[in-house]
């Protein structure tokens, strides 16, 4: 299929969607570029099938489709509009090189543009039984709660101490005070969780 040549407004708009991921109300494309999509070079762009659009209140929010990243990637090697100015043939004189490197990267346009979703924060619980892991010599071996706390990152003190009072409930785990208290640093009793009126230093948690 020939690539579809849009005028200038049109090419604007779609490029900057694309720069934002695919997806942006009128207020994300004039915040990042000052333009918008609307009226006749929104039709266009829907009826040719590059976009769809929803109304959201009074303004639109619009999606490139499949075949609106396709007319992106066929951008990328197209020639300048008719009278795009110099900062225009500049931009088309760049393109090339963004699809040289998805070229030699193997990589799509939308992966280029589109950040990976951020993985899910990991629950309190698989937090402290990574970071354990990570102390531990092996699994069962007991572990100062001083060298386990600061690998929960920015967990809250109190939750983590909730969270290990839960733990110990548990089969696997196991909180136990130092027998020895005079090995114990000023730190070591400071990282101690209390659990039934008893300051409790180590931990243990078995393979499951």
């Known amino acids: 299929m020939a690539h579809i040549a849009l005028g200038a407004p049109e090419r604007a708009a779609l490029l900057v969607l694309m720069r934002l991921g695919g997806t942006a109300s009128n207020a994300e494309l004039r915040d990042a570029a000052g333009l918008t999509l609307d009226g006749a070079p929104r039709r266009k762009a829907e009826d040719l099938g590059l976009i769809e659009c929803t109304k959201v209140g009074r303004s639109f929010r619009h999606e490139l489709t499949e075949k609106g990243w396709g007319w992106c990637v066929g951008e990328l090697r197209a020639a300048p509009p008719p009278r795009a100015g110099s900062l225009g043939r500049a931009l088309y004189a760049i393109l090339p090189m963004i699809a040289d490197h998805l070229d ?66 548990l089969p696997d785990v196991f909180i136990a005070p130092e027998a020895d208290q005079k090995t114990l640093t000023a730190a070591d009793r400071d990282a101690a969780v209390r659990l039934g009126g008893t300051s409790k230093h180590l931990l243990a948690i078995e393979a499951r």
């Open 104 to 169: 030699r990267a193997d990589l799509g346009l939308a992966d280029f543009v589109v950040p990976p979703a951020a993985p899910e924060p990991a629950d309190l619980e698989t937090q402290i039984r990574d970071a354990y892991a990570k102390a531990a010599d092996a699994p069962g071996a007991w572990v100062l709660l001083t060298a386990v706390r600061p690998l929960l990152g920015d967990a809250h003190r109190d939750d983590v101490d909730a969270e290990l009072r839960r733990m110990e409930r």
